[in-house]
């Protein structure tokens, strides 16, 4: 899989993630919410993370 | 510097929403009799509603009390002046709120103050308060501290009163303090601390280091300068270096993006028009952190607990900058991020976030550069020598006059 390949498969996940929530995604927000799961993506990596990919399931669900 | 007036203020964009200029005191005898202050507007005052500059909150109800703290300085005899402009929901370092605008620093009006207590630091260094209230969850108090030349404080857990004072990250969030010295710094923590530390003048001189490694990696050469400056003239020769500061940076970043995402889940999802379009895609994006990441980051936050203890065994108070550069200019913090890079204004909590993550108590010390413009170097102290440190940051205030 390319490295784009699997950016914009998370992205999809997150998107997913957010609907099957609850949540209303605008479509201006898409490319924002993505640059901001790439920072999170950064930091977690950063962290030493085993699986950096959205989930659905937080600590408080 | 130029001198303001309270429509400077507003024109600045340092204030919020309440002004009340021109109270006087009660009660002559008390112990801040006389000392002006603004609250960010993040703090409850009684009859209003706390809007934390965003316009998410704007539909709550008025609080029925104000903050126990506002309370704690009205009994002290300060005077309460108004609210400071902040980063909506203080989750940011710029300072740029969609209800009062953009935040101007009083040095360079071209440039940011920034945040998110930035207002709070910007109606100290521009002369119109003598201290303010402000909240460091990141670096909140650190990074406007720094950018424009004014003492910050970010006490240990539990020394202030967080009752009545809107959350961003309850793991991390403290109320602290800004002023124009740091004898007023001082002298308001004693009136308000809740804490038992003991009197710090029978304690001998601390020995201090300062922090290399990944605090001195990245410094910009005019705060870097500062520092070296400012460390030869108080001959602060030795080092210490604390292991896993990048990690330590990740794992607070990931707590407070995931404990903000849960604070404002119900917002976001019934009225996320409410949310200006920046802060609501980054608290979006949040909602989808894996508890496995927050797991790590709990972990990281022991280890480097650790890491801390051990330095702190042979220094008592450790330096480092407060923020990686002079304050940008409005425009390079509003110009498009470059794609897959991340966007200035986060990097600016870069030397403050590794320390929030275990909570130390920091006096933020301000230091002129060469550019003209002022930074700050962060005195880093044990959990609960929040006097301590206050104290050192007087004598060298006596030693390095501006």
């Not at chain 2, 506002?70 to 909506?88: H, K, P, R, V």
């Not at chain 2, 857990?157 to 967080?162: A, M, T, V």
């Not at chain 2, 990048?246 to 407070?256: F, G, L, S, T, W």
């Not at chain 2, 009225?271 to 994006?285: H, I, K, Q, Y």
């Amino acid at each position: 899989m390319t490295k784009h390949a699997r950016h914009t498969s998370a992205e999809d996940q997150l998107y997913k993630i957010l609907a099957e929530k609850g949540f209303v995604l605008l479509d201006e927000d898409q490319k924002a919410a993505s640059a901001a799961w790439g920072v999170l993506t950064s930091m977690a990596t950063t962290l030493g993370v085993d699986d950096n990919r959205p989930q659905r399931t937080r600590r408080d669900d | 510097m130029t001198e303001y007036t309270i429509e400077d203020a507003r024109l600045h964009g340092w204030l919020a929403d309440i002004v009340r200029p021109g109270q006087t005191a009660a009660n002559a005898l008390a112990p801040l009799s006389g000392l002006r202050y603004f609250a960010k507007d993040l703090f409850d005052i009684e009859g209003h509603v706390t809007k934390a500059g965003s316009r998410a909150l704007s539909k709550n109800p008025p609080a029925k009390k104000s903050a126990d703290i506002i309370g704690q300085l009205d009994g002290a005899g300060a005077l309460f002046m108004g609210t400071s402009n902040m980063e909506a929901l203080a989750y940011g370092f710029v300072t740029n709120s969609p209800i009062y605008g953009m935040a101007k620093n009083p040095f360079d009006l071209s440039r940011i103050c920034g945040g998110s207590s930035g207002g709070s630091a910007a109606l100290v260094a521009a002369g119109l308060a003598d201290f303010a209230l402000g909240t460091d969850t990141s670096g909140s108090i650190r990074v406007p501290a720094a950018f424009t030349g004014v003492y910050g404080l970010k006490p240990t857990l539990g020394r202030l009163s967080h009752s009545g004072v809107v959350p961003l990250s309850p793991t991390l969030d403290r109320v602290g303090l800004f002023a124009s010295n740091p004898g007023t710094l001082q002298k308001v923590f004693d009136c308000i601390d809740q804490g038992a530390e003991a009197d710090p003048t029978t304690v001998p001189s601390p020995r201090i280091a300062k922090l290399s490694g990944y605090f001195a990696d990245d410094v910009s050469a005019p705060v870097s300068e500062a520092i070296e400056d400012f460390c030869q003239r108080n001959e602060i020769t030795h080092t210490a270096e604390l292991a896993d500061a990048e990690r330590a940076r990740a794992a607070a970043y990931i707590i407070v993006a995931a404990e903000a995402a849960t604070l404002h889940e119900a917002g976001l999802r019934d009225t996320p028009g409410l949310f200006d379009p920046e802060t609501r895609t980054r608290l979006l994006a949040a909602q989808a952190i894996p508890k496995s990441w927050l797991d790590k980051a709990l972990e990281q936050k022991q280890l480097f607990q650790q890491i801390c203890e051990k330095a702190f065994k042979n220094a008592d108070v450790l330096i480092a900058p407060c923020v990686p550069c002079i304050a940008p200019t409005i425009e390079e913090v509003l110009a498009p991020t470059i794609e897959g890079q991340p966007p200035l204004r986060a990097s600016l909590g870069v030397y403050t976030q590794p320390i929030s993550l275990v909570g130390l108590p920091v006096v933020a010390l301000p230091l002129p550069t060469k550019t003209g413009l002022p930074t700050a170097v962060q005195l880093i102290g044990r959990p609960g020598e929040d006097r301590r440190l206050l104290r050192l940051a007087c004598d060298l205030a006596l030693r390095n006059p501006s």
